[in-house]
């Protein structure tokens, strides 16, 4: 099967840009996740979906990042303005469903680099 | 914040000989899952194991649960420099009515050939 597809690779903006991610989940998948992740660090969820509904976006910082899933396979992650901080690798991943016993895909993220 | 801590933070190694890498978490769990993620890649589900099982194999890997202590260990045997990777362990909290995949910080593994 193919994996998940995740673009573009890299980024590179200016602070106060804005920016946006896409990924393609795995056919079928109806669980769908952005994850960043600091250099260094563990991924950090930012936005859980059920096919087109949100779980959980708890820690997605709303000021500035959106997130949407049309039709419930692809999504899309936008930040507007970035800040320094936001430099980071963001990741994608996708499960069949989510009850914590369906290991997550992940595409190989977007690094992203704010100057 | 996270869920899991792995320990130790580094592990550097001969080719050969066994890494042996721990989880520690906060609260109660159904499942653990481990992934490795080599440099510049996503993460790759490497085995999960439930909440009433306390020791599971996959090739070269062990893992063992202990829910009393809310901790986990991952080891590899005879390991190889293909080994090289972060090791994370992911748990799944539930929150707000839905299970939230949650990583710990990583462990970086360095096998020396």
């Known amino acids: 099967e193919a994996g998940v597809a995740q673009s573009p690779r890299y980024k590179i903006i200016e602070k106060r840009q804005s920016v946006a991610f896409w990924c393609n989940p795995i056919?079928?998948?109806?669980?769908l996740y952005w994850y960043q992740q600091i250099l260094g660090q563990g991924p950090k969820l930012l936005i859980q979906?059920?096919?087109?509904?949100?779980?959980?976006d708890s820690q997605l910082p709303k000021d500035r990042f959106s997130a949407e899933r049309l039709k419930g396979v692809d999504s899309t992650l936008k930040i507007q303005p970035a800040k320094l901080e936001d430099s980071a690798v963001y990741l994608c991943?996708?499960?069949?469903?989510?009850?914590?016993?369906?290991?997550?895909?992940f595409g190989n993220g977007t690094r992203l680099t704010v100057t | 914040s996270q869920q899991g801590e792995e320990d130790p933070q580094a592990l550097s190694i001969q080719e050969g000989e066994n890494a042996t890498m721990n989880c520690s978490y906060k609260?109660?769990?159904?499942?653990l899952q481990w992934y490795r993620q080599n440099s510049g890649r996503g993460l790759v589900h490497l085995i999960l194991?439930?909440?009433?099982?306390r020791e599971k194999h996959s090739g070269r890997l062990r893992v063992t649960l202990d829910t009393s202590k809310k901790s986990s260990s991952l080891l590899i045997t005879a390991s190889r420099a293909a080994d090289t990777a972060s090791y994370f362990c992911?748990?799944?909290?539930?929150?707000?009515?839905?299970?939230?995949?949650?990583f710990g910080r990583g462990t970086s593994l360095i096998v020396h050939p």
């Open positions: 979906f059920q096919n087109n509904g949100v779980v959980d």
């Open positions: 056919s079928g998948h109806a669980t």
């Open positions: 609260t109660s769990i159904n499942n």
């Open positions: 194991i439930r909440s009433n099982e």
């Open positions: 992911a748990t799944d909290p539930f929150s707000g009515g839905s299970y939230i995949p949650t």
């Open positions: 991943a996708s499960s069949f469903i989510w009850q914590g016993d369906s290991p997550l895909h």
